[in-house]
């Protein structure tokens, strides 16, 4: 089992930035995938971007392709949600997650196969 906490979400206008952050910890970190999925409010969770345990492969949606990178860093057992360009529709609660048998995103992961769960951080974008 996998204990995730996130941080870093907040208010941001239009256009700017945010970086998300997500400390893991109980299990050695590099041994698995890792996610990112948002949920706005009404609305269903959804896939956000996804990196394989070693970081030499990332999948995202197609809504933040070109804006969203998606980073691990092994040594901190931290992985990291880089968030340009945000838009409004951008807004929900964010939620990393970990994928204890991956070791390779062929095509975009569902959020079942995610084993253990952060308790979420809310970004807010302004119109």
């Known amino acids: 089992q996998v204990q995730l906490v996130e941080s870093g979400g907040g208010l941001v206008q239009a256009g700017g930035s945010l970086r998300l952050s997500c400390a893991a910890s109980?299990?050695?970190?590099?041994?698995?995938?890792m996610g990112w999925f948002r949920q706005a409010p009404g609305k269903e969770r959804e896939f956000v971007a996804a990196i394989s345990r070693s970081g030499v492969n990332s999948r995202y949606a197609d809504s933040v392709k070109g804006r969203f990178t998606i980073s691990r860093d092994n040594a901190k057992n931290t992985v990291y949600l880089q968030m340009n360009s945000l838009k409004p529709e951008d807004t929900a609660v964010y939620y990393c997650a970990a994928d204890l048998d991956n070791t390779y995103f062929h095509t975009v992961p569902p959020p079942y196969e995610f084993d253990d769960w952060g308790q979420g951080t809310q970004v807010t974008v302004s119109s």
């Open positions: 109980g299990r050695t970190f590099s041994t698995y995938g």
